[in-house]
């Protein structure tokens, strides 16, 4: 934002940037959608600016100190939508290790810890390909049951999601039954959108290295149809497995123009 008033004059320039992938709304009311780089809104005009000093030096007066006043400029409340955040999302129950799994694959470092809601905001974290294409991939906080009734950090988590186009279903193998979470993450996304259980998605089975985790991987493969990559975010166990899948997903999805470019400046 660069500020270019005159002492005595009401003249003002704004400069604001914001991300590609942005609505620009009022009262709930899109304005624009500035989906291309480069694109420019303007949000407001200035106010007809006033005569500074310099307007009034004559012959007759060296050193005027008269200036007139410029007028008020516009006045608006804008809001600012971001569309996409990510090319995929992290979806799964607090502690899964979804923070982890980013640090993992990605140069990104979310705080890790052994308790529930350690993100309270989404990290960006973004792949990056021998071929020089990039991923996004967003660690979005932990979903719990009734997020779309808004428990927990409910629907701030689900518009979150709402934002990737593909979706990695993030389970803890130390779960006794590890397909239930995948039903109930699919219900609260389905209830909230219920396209969003349709999405292209990997179903990524972590904590691989802990103790019956092995069990628990079996019966959630005879369990759940789909494609499951198990991990560890720990050791790294089947890291390389993960990128490769998720970068066939995207590559496909990508070839049917389904993914937009994500903002990557988080
Ligand atoms: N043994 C083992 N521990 C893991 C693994 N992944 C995560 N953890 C541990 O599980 C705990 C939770 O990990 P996080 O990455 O913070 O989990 P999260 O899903 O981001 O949790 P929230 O931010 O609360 O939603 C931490 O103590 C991690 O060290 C894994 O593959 N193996
Ligand atoms: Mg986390």
Known sequence: MRDNSFHSAGW?????????????????????????????FVASYGGIGGKGNRFFL?????????????SPGEERCLQLE?????HAGMVGFPNAGKSSLLRLL?????????????????HVGVINYQDYEQIAVADVPGIIEGAHQNRGLGLSF??????????????????PE??????????ELGQFDESLPLRPHLIVANKLDLPNAR?????????????????????GENAEELIHHL????????????IAEPYMGW
């Open 58 to 70: 004559s012959n007759e007066n060296r050193a005027p100190v008269m200036a007139t006043p410029g």
């Open 247 to 258: 970068r066939e997903l995207y590559d496909g999805h990508r070839q049917e123009g389904k």
């Open 12 to 40: 003002c320039l704004l400069f604001c940037q914001v991300p590609i992938g942005t609505l620009v709304k009022e009262d709930g009311v899109t304005l624009a959608d500035l989906s291309t780089p480069g694109e420019e």
């Open 158 to 175: 689900l518009r979150h999601i709402e934002r990737c186009r593909i979706l990695l279903y993030v389970l803890d193998l130390t779960h």
């Open 215 to 235: 069990r628990s991987l079996e019966v959630l493969r005879k369990e759940v149809k789909g494609r499951i990559i198990a991990v560890s975010a720990l050791t």
């Open 82 to 86: 971001l569309k996409t955040m990510a």
């Open 106 to 122: 990605t140069n990104a470092r979310p705080a890790v810890a052994a308790y529930p809601f350690t993100t309270l905001n989404p």
């Open 178 to 187: 590890p397909w239930t979470q995948l039903n109930s993450l699919q219900y």
